[in-house]
C-alpha cells in the first residue's frame, strides 16, 4: 500500500489555467506538506499543515492555496499558472512537526506551456 | 536561502569505493536527517540523527554530527550502482516544525 500518494504525476496546463494537486496519506500522520522542487533540485517547503490546521506558509503567492478536508487529505489547488510555477511538487507528512523522518509522495511534475 | 549546504554538489565515484557527502547548516538543530532520492522519485529517508549524538549507523550508512561546527557526514561504503541518486540533508531547526532541505548532492556509481 502507497503510504503517500500524489495525483496526478503529470501536469502538462497552459498558462492562465486552474489546476489542484491532490495528496493523501495512510499513516495516520499529523502533520502533511508540500514542497516544491525547482530544476536545481533545491526543495523548498511550501505549506505545512497539522491536523487541518495551517501552521505554516512560506510566503508563497496567493495564488497557491493549500486545503486539508481531514488530516490524511492535502491538496494544492494553484490559479492562474505562471511558467515559474513548472517544478515537481511534493508532498509529504510526518507523525509530529519536523521530529522525526518524512514520508514523501512520488511527486507531482507540473509544466506551464 | 537554504539552511543546508552540500559538498560537493556532485560525486562520481567506481563501483565498491566508499562515498563520503558533506553538509553544513547555519542555526541550531534538534535533529538531521538524510535522505535519498532517485531519479523522477520521492525522496526516502535513511537515517535520523539527534542533536545530542555524533555517529550512527545504519546497514552501509554512516552519519557524523559535529554540532560545534554545524556539520554533518554521510558516508556510504562498498558502493553499489543502485546507490545511484541525489543525496540530501535535512534539518528540524529548534522551535521550529519544519524540515528544511540543503541542496543535495549528485551521487553516481561507475559499475
Known amino acids: 500500500d502507497t503510504a503517500v500518494s500524489q495525483t496526478p504525476k503529470y501536469l502538462v496546463t497552459q498558462m492562465g489555467n486552474d489546476k489542484s494537486i491532490k495528496c493523501e496519506q495512510n499513516l495516520g500522520h499529523d502533520t502533511m506538506y508540500w514542497y516544491k522542487q525547482d530544476s536545481k533540485k533545491f526543495l523548498k517547503i511550501m505549506f505545512s499543515y497539522n491536523n487541518k490546521e495551517l501552521i505554516i506558509n512560506e510566503t508563497v503567492p496567493n495564488r497557491f492555496s493549500p486545503k486539508s478536508p481531514d488530516k490524511a487529505h492535502l491538496n494544492l489547488h494553484i490559479n492562474s499558472l505562471e511558467l515559474g510555477d513548472s517544478a515537481v511538487y511534493f508532498c509529504?507528512?510526518?507523525?509530529?512537526?519536523?521530529?522525526?523522518?518524512?514520508?514523501f509522495g512520488q511527486g507531482t511534475r507540473l509544466t506551464v506551456v | 536561502s537554504q539552511q543546508g549546504e552540500e559538498d560537493p554538489q556532485a560525486l562520481s565515484i567506481q563501483e565498491g569505493e566508499n562515498a563520503t557527502m558533506n553538509c553544513s547548516y547555519k542555526?541550531?538543530?534538534?535533529?538531521l536527517q538524510w535522505y535519498r532520492q532517485n531519479s523522477g522519485r520521492g525522496l526516502v529517508h535513511l537515517i535520523l540523527?539527534?542533536?545530542?549524538?555524533r555517529e550512527k549507523h545504519s546497514g552501509r550508512l554512516r552519519v557524523t554530527l559535529d554540532t560545534s561546527k554545524k556539520s554533518s557526514s554521510l558516508l556510504i561504503t562498498a558502493s553499489r550502482a543502485a546507490d545511484t541518486a541525489s543525496y540530501f540533508c535535512?534539518?528540524?531547526?529548534?522551535?521550529?516544525?519544519?524540515?528544511?532541505f540543503g541542496t543535495g548532492t549528485r551521487l553516481t556509481i561507475i559499475p
Open positions: 542555526t541550531s538543530i534538534n535533529n
Open positions: 540523527i539527534r542533536s545530542n549524538e
Open positions: 535535512a534539518t528540524d531547526l529548534a522551535g521550529n516544525e519544519k524540515l528544511t
Open positions: 509529504a507528512s510526518t507523525p509530529t512537526g519536523g521530529y522525526t523522518e518524512a514520508f
